[in-house]
């Protein structure tokens, strides 16, 4: 696991270097009832083997758990502190000082969102928004930071006219006193437009002028085909059509020379009534092949081999997003860690491989001493803030009611809340990592159908700082102050063995 952790990380280094390679992101937003703590987001993220992310904020909480990860982090300036940010040089220095600068380079920050959507979600903010965007590079180049961190705005795709065919395409000419700017501030300093797509939307709004399967990167026959009728190149899906389109309006303004990434784009996996097309089968289909698509290197018929990295809208469903039923059915997973659906991504490596068919479990190793077991599953349970409540009498876990039996559970439970780690299953010698599944009747483990692990800290919406006591692994033969006295003596011994 070290040696597979290892090559992701040269990876990460080669594609930083490269700045061609590939790769697929996902968004993560929060507006869940029960949003999972930034401990259990990053042991997900690790997982799945997830590498890059885009935060909508630059919540202090979330980019501490990402620290030494090496996961490549977008973070984002909030629509309402736009225009703060836009009219003092120094609140935007504050904001960068703050949110970057105190956690680069532990968190691997490569990118920040000033605003998302500015020009069509918050007009009024647009004529600062070129403004705030120079005024947070400038306080990056103070910190010599301007080089490792680019600076964008994600810009809807609705602010292009005419999207099709893509030659024709331009930029609503209203902004163009914004967008004229903010393109030579992307080009001279080497950074990217960011671009949120959704073909769902436009398959929905086109009134039957799309077909579902250009929608979704279905194959077509040739006639099916969309063609452009000044170039002659045949598209075949609502994506390539897209970037093309945004590639055809920067050359329109006599950019020619932007690489395009794609900060939002997927498909909904629930609808009301009124849309029949958010389906569980269609979102898989549209984010399985789109994956395919971006790691394979296919580019653009515009840009041939060029690949266009892309972020995932998103990782989780957010069951308090307002709205139809779609909008809170975007995700790739529940609250919990299960996904939503199964991507069928057989030959795409390890990406978001959540088919779960190479779980990996930590268990009690075979003869291991049973003093030693003891010591280890009180320490899971106490000081590794592992949740031991099923392992109460009278829960699902329970039975069998032997020393083995429990510490599995407790070590499972800590290998997975740990991102799956070797050194997360040792505890002094006693644990083993196994492909069994060690669930069985009512007990469900962790890392069973893609379940992640309960902790007991706090959300990441959490204004305190202090997390909830640890849950003591308990026998019911016990007092609550006698189990206590027992794991913390045991507890320390562990600790000093360790």
């Keep these: 696991m070290a040696l597979l952790l290892l090559l992701f990380l040269l990876l990460e280094v080669s594609q930083a270097t490269a700045g061609e390679d590939p790769y697929i992101g996902v968004n993560i937003g929060t507006d869940l009832s029960d949003m999972p703590h930034p401990t259990q987001v990053v042991a997900l993220l690790k997982a799945q083997q997830i ?31 736009l225009l703060g940010i836009g009219q003092s040089n120094s609140t935007a220095a504050n904001w960068v000082t ?42 990056l180049a103070a910190s010599n930071l301007d080089k490792r961190i680019k600076v964008s705005s994600p810009l809807s795709s609705t602010v292009i006219l005419d999207p099709f065919p893509p030659s024709q395409a331009f930029f609503n000419r209203s902004w163009n006193p ?28 086109s009134n039957g002028a799309i077909p579902l399967d250009y929608a979704l990167f279905k194959p077509l026959t040739p006639k099916m085909e969309a063609i452009d009728s000044n170039t002659l190149v045949h598209y ?51 984010n399985s092949n789109l994956i395919r698509r971006v790691m394979n290197k296919t580019g653009t018929p515009k840009h041939p081999g060029i690949a266009v990295s892309t972020y995932i809208y998103e990782l989780y469903n957010e069951d308090m997003k307002p709205g139809p039923t779609s909008e809170k ?28 068919t190479n779980q ?3 268990t009690a190793k075979d003869g291991a001493d049973q003093k030693m077991l003891q010591a280890a599953l009180d320490w899971a349970c106490g000081p590794g803030k592992v949740d031991c409540s099923p392992l109460l ?86 007092t609550g102050i006698l189990v206590l006295i027992k794991v913390m003596l045991r507890s320390a011994i562990f600790l000093c063995v360790f």
């Design 51 to 81: 590498r890059h992310v885009r935060l909508y904020n630059a919540d202090q909480a979330m980019l501490v758990a990402l620290a030494d990860t090496g996961i490549r982090v977008m973070v984002t300036i909030p629509n309402e502190q």
């Design 98 to 139: 703050r949110n970057v600068v105190a956690h680069y380079p532990a968190t691997n920050i490569t990118a920040i969102c000033v605003g998302s959507e500015v020009l069509t979600a918050l007009p009024n903010a647009g004529p600062v928004l070129v403004n705030a965007i120079k005024f947070v590079h400038s306080a």
């Design 360 to 362: 990996t479990y930590c």
């Design 178 to 205: 914004v967008l004229v700017p903010m393109l030579d501030f992307l080009q001279s300093t080497g950074s990217f437009l960011m671009l949120n797509m959704y073909p769902y939307y436009d398959y929905m709004q």
């Design 329 to 356: 059915n975007w995700g790739l997973f529940e609250a919990n860690g299960d996904p939503v659906y199964i991507l069928r991504l057989t030959g795409s490596g390890s990406l978001l491989a959540n088919d779960t």
């Design 393 to 478: 009498q009278g829960k699902p876990c329970y039975e069998p009611d032997n020393v083995i039996a429990h510490a599995t559970y407790a070590f499972n439970t800590y290998y997975h809340r740990m991102g799956k780690t070797s050194d997360a299953c040792d505890f002094n010698g006693v644990a083993d990592i196994t492909t069994t599944d060690p669930s069985h009747g009512s007990c469900t483990f962790p890392g069973r159908n893609g379940t992640m692990v309960n902790i007991t800290t706090p959300s990441m919406n959490s204004v305190s700082s202090d997390s909830s006591g640890p849950r003591f692994y308990d026998r019911g033969g016990f």
């Design 236 to 286: 075949t899906n609502v994506f390539d059509a897209t970037v093309d389109a945004t590639y055809f309006a920067m050359d329109f303004l006599n950019f020619t020379n932007i690489p395009v990434t794609v900060t939002e784009t997927g498909w909904p996996s629930k609808g009301d009534s009124k849309e029949p097309d958010a389906t569980m089968e269609n979102a898989n289909t549209y």
